[in-house]
């Protein structure tokens, strides 16, 4: 009733906010995602190719600076650390092995260093291992850092019939460049990681095609002791023969690859 009479006598009500005055909000612009741009801009640059091959590059030229500081082709004159021995010996020397030869250093002497050390059973196991290992490691490290970069600088008639051959006959190309010595190790890897040749058959050919190769070398560094031996001099003819083919072949297939 009270409320009755405030009515009838003229009370006011109380009148509620405008709902214009929500519109006078604003909406704060979004800001674009630059931050997020440049981000996967500078991810595209840091995997480009050419990127990944100065990795490479500097990798390698790491690998070959750590060679000369450690100096390993010293196991020839002083032999291998007293402290270690046995099987761990023949172990590390294996990966040491694989891991300088990505370094450019000539596996010969170190096949020389694996049966002077270890004998010819041994010593042919250690570096066997070791040829597979830095054989597989500068393939890798070709293929995922060198391969997109150099692929289109392959121009050259010469360059292009030897990616060819590579790509096309993987496993007897390469059987033949481990069998007949003359192309550098690392070299070879190197050229079959810019080409198309599966991993697996790379290995394979490595492995079986190291095998004369890396025996004579390892007999002769076992046998060097007796130079006048019938096994010494065996070795020394395993090694410089096939040498001597390698040569002859790499000259005919040169004149062969230039007249295609």
Same mark, same amino acid.
């Given at each position: 009733?009270? *409320? *009755?009479?405030?009515?009838?006598?003229?009370?006011?009500?109380?009148?509620?906010?405008?709902?214009?005055?929500?519109?006078?909000?604003?909406?704060?612009?979004?800001p674009a995602p630059v931050a997020a741009g440049f981000a996967a801009r500078c991810g595209r640059a840091l995997l480009s190719p050419w990127s990944r091959l100065s990795l490479l590059l500097v990798l390698l030229a790491a690998a070959a600076? $750590?060679?000369?500081? &450690?100096?390993?082709?010293?196991?020839?004159? *002083?032999?291998?650390?007293?402290?270690?021995?046995?099987?761990?010996?023949?172990?590390?020397?294996?990966?040491?092995?694989?891991?300088i030869t990505v370094a450019f250093v000539p596996r010969p002497l170190l096949n020389l260093a694996a049966g002077a050390l270890f004998g010819s059973a041994l010593g042919l196991g250690a570096a066997m291992a070791g040829t597979v290992i830095?054989?597989?490691?500068?393939?890798?490290?070709?293929?995922?850092?060198?391969? *997109?970069?150099?692929?289109?600088?392959?121009?050259?008639?010469?360059?292009?019939?030897?990616?060819?051959?590579?790509?096309?006959?993987?496993?007897?190309?390469?059987?033949?460049?481990?069998? &007949?010595?003359?192309?550098?190790?690392?070299?070879?890897?190197?050229?079959?990681?810019?080409?198309?040749?599966?991993?697996?058959?790379?290995?394979?050919?490595?492995?079986?095609?190291?095998?004369?190769?890396?025996?004579?070398?390892?007999?002769?560094?076992?046998?060097?002791?007796?130079?006048? $031996?019938?096994?010494?001099?065996?070795?020394?003819?395993?090694?410089?023969?096939?040498?001597?083919?390698?040569?002859?072949?790499?000259?005919?297939?040169?004149?062969?690859?230039? $007249?295609?």
């Amino acid at each position: 009733m009270l *409320d *009755d009479a405030t009515t009838r006598s003229g009370g006011t009500a109380i009148a509620s906010p405008p709902a214009a005055a929500n519109e006078l909000a604003v909406t704060a612009p979004v800001p674009a995602p630059v931050a997020a741009g440049f981000a996967a801009r500078c991810g595209r640059a840091l995997l480009s190719p050419w990127s990944r091959l100065s990795l490479l590059l500097v990798l390698l030229a790491a690998a070959a600076a $750590s060679v000369l500081l &450690f100096e390993p082709h010293k196991l020839l004159a *002083d032999g291998w650390p007293p402290q270690v021995g046995g099987p761990v010996a023949v172990v590390l020397f294996a990966v040491g092995y694989g891991l300088i030869t990505v370094a450019f250093v000539p596996r010969p002497l170190l096949n020389l260093a694996a049966g002077a050390l270890f004998g010819s059973a041994l010593g042919l196991g250690a570096a066997m291992a070791g040829t597979v290992i830095g054989a597989a490691i500068s393939f890798a490290l070709g293929r995922m850092l060198g391969q *997109d970069a150099l692929r289109p600088l392959l121009r050259g008639r010469l360059l292009k019939a030897a990616d060819k051959q590579f790509s096309r006959h993987g496993f007897r190309s390469m059987l033949a460049v481990r069998l &007949f010595p003359g192309v550098p190790f690392w070299a070879a890897n190197y050229a079959a990681a810019v080409s198309r040749m599966g991993y697996v058959p790379f290995l394979l050919a490595t492995a079986l095609g190291s095998i004369p190769n890396i025996g004579a070398y390892v007999v002769a560094g076992a046998r060097a002791s007796q130079p006048t $031996s019938p096994v010494f001099l065996i070795a020394v003819a395993a090694i410089a023969l096939p040498a001597l083919a390698g040569a002859v072949v790499a000259w005919r297939k040169r004149h062969h690859l230039r $007249s295609r």
